[in-house]
């Protein structure tokens, strides 16, 4: 049935992370066709990275319903309710095994949900994986004009169906447009969890940092911090700044933060990171922005995506006073749209929705990767979600409609626990025993 004015959609999102719970939040709901209303069901995958209370509300999306779920679980929930719109806001693998068990579920069903999947952010790694674990989606979303080309060609050149890449914009820009420095001049620098994954890096980033705020004391220098330690983002942090700063000799205008990022950039006039998609969204703001070449340009940092930015610098180019000026062609192509197009950049989205759900029938799920097409690889990916090679629950899965007792919820918790302490405390001390 077409959407209208009177029509509420239904639309359910699944997301293994905190940040890819706003993406797939906010995407919902600027994908839904215009002159509809939204119905939103959260579902968050159960795992390592499974968000807190705290952490969902610092991401200030809410949702009808919001549920923790395994796979599996996930799976025959899918099969009762009756959605119009799934948005798959997870990591690669998890995509390809929903992709796969949602196919079973729905063998035979002439309707189901639009299926809509993408990436929360900058692609800078694992193009080509990533972007073949995600395929077999009604829509895979390209977050700017350059990721829509390349979406496309990788497609295309395995000879997969390149007509699901769908070019938008990252659904969480927006804010007011920077329009001259306050008082005091504030400099953030957002840090990220796994970038540069090491101590001596990490140190000197953070010493740097301090410098800055002795250097220009009339500044407000503040490091923005992704989560608490004890928390998990989509990547893993081991050596989380709030333990590295411990001890050390702070300067008066120098603090830790955390918070809604687009709170925080309402006071920012330079926005410094290593290659955080938070570059982005203060260059949608207008805001002076730079991606630091400190540790170099490299794949490893993700900086090397902003070649040809006009954003690359060091912390002695800033300490001396430098100040970026952004290249606007390069800007254009990465869906920032600071020229004041994004309200439009979903369109092409929308419309193909809206085709898709005025349709008679919905054709299969058909992904990339099949049991022909990749015997030795798609198998280990659906076992880790207890789904079989051809999409069915593996036996002993645990079941959809029995709610977790008192002793499977501390069992769950410790579990938790025990693998955060092993990845901030044990896995560090293993390296470093290593490099001896």
């Known amino acids: 049935m077409p959407a209208s004015a009177t029509q509420t959609l239904r639309v359910a999102v699944l997301a293994d992370s905190d940040t890819r719970w706003k993406w797939g939040s906010l995407t919902a709901n600027r994908i839904v066709p215009p002159n509809s209303d939204i119905s939103l069901d959260g579902y968050l995958l159960r795992g390592r990275a499974t968000p807190t209370a705290r952490q969902l509300k610092e991401v200030g999306v809410t949702a009808d319903s919001l549920r923790e779920v395994t796979a599996v679980e996930f799976l025959r929930a899918m099969e009762k309710e009756p959605y119009d719109i799934l948005v798959l806001s997870l990591v690669g693998g998890g995509v390809q095994a929903m992709l796969h068990g949602l196919a079973r579920a729905w063998d035979g069903r002439t309707k189901r949900p639009v299926v809509v999947t993408g990436y929360v952010g900058v692609v800078y790694e694992k193009l080509t994986d990533g972007l073949l674990l995600r395929h077999g989606a009604d829509l895979v ?16 050149g395995v000879g997969a169906d390149s007509s699901t890449v769908t070019e938008v914009a990252l659904p969480f820009l927006g804010g007011d447009a ?79 933060v955390y918070g809604h990022m687009g709170d925080v950039l309402d006071r920012t006039d330079l926005l410094v990171t290593i290659s955080s998609t938070a570059a982005l969204e203060s260059l949608h703001r207008r805001i002076p922005t730079v991606v630091l070449t400190d540790l170099g340009i490299r794949e490893g940092l993700g900086n090397h995506h902003f070649v040809g930015s006009g954003c690359l610098a060091s912390w002695d180019q800033l300490d001396a006073g430098y100040k970026p000026v952004p290249d606007a062609e390069w800007v254009a192509r990465q869906g920032v749209a600071a020229e004041g197009s994004y309200e439009t950049a979903f369109d092409a989205a929308r419309e193909r929705i809206t085709k898709l759900l005025a349709g008679a029938d919905m054709p299969a799920l058909k992904p990339y990767y099949t049991p022909e097409t990749a015997p030795g690889y798609l198998p280990g990916i659906l076992a880790r979600h207890h789904l079989g090679p051809d999409g069915t629950p593996l036996p002993g899965a645990p079941a959809a409609d029995k709610a977790p007792g008192p002793v499977r919820q501390i069992v769950r918790r410790a579990a938790r626990g025990a693998y955060r302490h092993g990845v901030q405390r044990v896995a560090p001390v293993i390296r470093r025993m290593g490099e001896l």
């Open 141 to 156: 979303l390209a977050n700017s004009r350059q990721d829509a080309d390349r979406f496309k060609a990788v497609y295309d």
């Open 178 to 256: 920077y329009t001259g420095e306050h008082d005091p001049y504030t400099v953030v620098f957002a840090v990220q969890p796994s970038v540069p994954d090491n101590r001596r890096d990490r140190d000197y980033l953070l010493n740097r940092a301090i410098q800055h705020a002795r250097f220009h004391p009339n500044r407000e220098v503040l490091l923005k911090l992704r989560s608490k330690p004890g928390e998990h983002t989509t990547h893993i942090e081991e050596l989380p700044y709030q333990k590295l700063v411990q001890g050390k000799d702070l300067p008066a205008n120098f603090s830790l």
